[in-house]
């Protein structure tokens, strides 16, 4: 039992106290869309070797999307705090509810790109590099998990 490895390190001890439940559903969830997303795309660019490409880099993906997650979540974090310490209305507080605004929108949508850009180049990277797939397919794979599971959930409003 040596290798056991703790995955999600960055993801906050405390969000597990506050919110378990978020936990039960978050994980689970992640991981059948991270599955489904990978299976298709594999499927479309690397026919018969799906399974293959699934085995080998699923764990990765799942962690690298959780981490892309926080890098664009922290990004918004980040923000309210500041906007907090300094007392003043900024983008981030009208990121804060929602895509009403203009600003908020652009805001959450930079979050998400920021997100999907930090998939693409860790999935690039890191996540496909044991299996056997050419740079072109590796490039598209991961193009399509950074499209389709960047965090979208931003755009729900905290208040």
């Known amino acids: ?88 209305g900024t983008i981030f507080e009208a990121a804060a509810a929602g895509a009403t605004t203009v600003a908020g929108f652009l805001t959450i949508l930079f979050a998400v790109v920021l997100s999907g850009i930090c998939i693409f180049f860790l999935d690039k990277k890191w996540a496909f590099g044991k299996t056997d797939m050419n740079e072109a397919q590796i490039k598209k794979i991961s193009l399509v998990m950074a499209i389709a599971t960047a965090p979208y959930t931003f755009f729900i409003p905290l208040y």
């Open 1 to 88: 039992m040596k290798n056991n490895r703790l995955y999600n390190v960055m993801f906050p001890i405390w969000f597990l106290i506050l919110m378990p439940a978020t936990w039960l559903i978050t994980i689970p969830a992640n991981f059948i869309i991270d599955s489904a997303v990978l299976l298709l795309a594999a499927h479309y660019f690397c026919r018969g070797r799906e399974k293959e490409i699934w085995k080998k880099s699923i764990v990765k993906v799942f962690v690298f999307g959780f981490l892309s997650d926080f890098i664009g979540s922290g990004f918004l974090t980040a923000g309210l705090y500041i906007s907090a310490f300094l007392e003043s």
